[in-house]
């Protein structure tokens, strides 16, 4: 499973780094996603790595402020999140995929509880 953290309370142009965690399985063989659900919204994607670490992906909204990188030896992704804006508050998830990156949210399990950020002065 993926358990994310590291949410909390950000003033706007603040920064956060959350954290998914993984457990249980072959973590250097997956594609890991970052998906955030805004309150009334639908989810949405944020950000994908492969498992080899090499490109990533961006949704246009958050290119050059987020960052998505992995630690395959603590078997973590992080999400490194800077200029953040009102607009970026959501529960944000991790999810995995065993195959190359897709922004399809159904091709991607082991879902855990997200990680509330909040961006607000």
């Known amino acids: 499973q993926l358990q994310a953290s590291g949410g909390g309370l950000v003033q706007p142009g603040g920064s956060l780094r959350l954290s998914c965690a993984a457990s249980?399985?072959?973590?250097?063989?997956?594609?890991v996603g970052w998906f955030r659900q805004a309150p009334g919204k639908e989810r949405e994607g944020v950000a994908i790595i492969p498992r080899s670490g090499g490109s990533t992906y961006y949704a246009d909204s958050v290119k050059g402020r987020f960052t998505i990188s992995r630690d395959n030896v603590k078997k973590t992704v992080y999400l490194q999140m800077n200029s953040l804006k009102p607009e970026d508050t959501a529960v944000y998830y991790c999810a995995r995929r065993f195959g190359g990156p897709v922004w399809r949210q159904e091709l991607y399990n082991g879902w855990g509880q997200g990680t509330l950020v909040t961006v607000s002065s």
């Open positions: 249980g399985f072959t973590f250097d063989g997956y594609t």
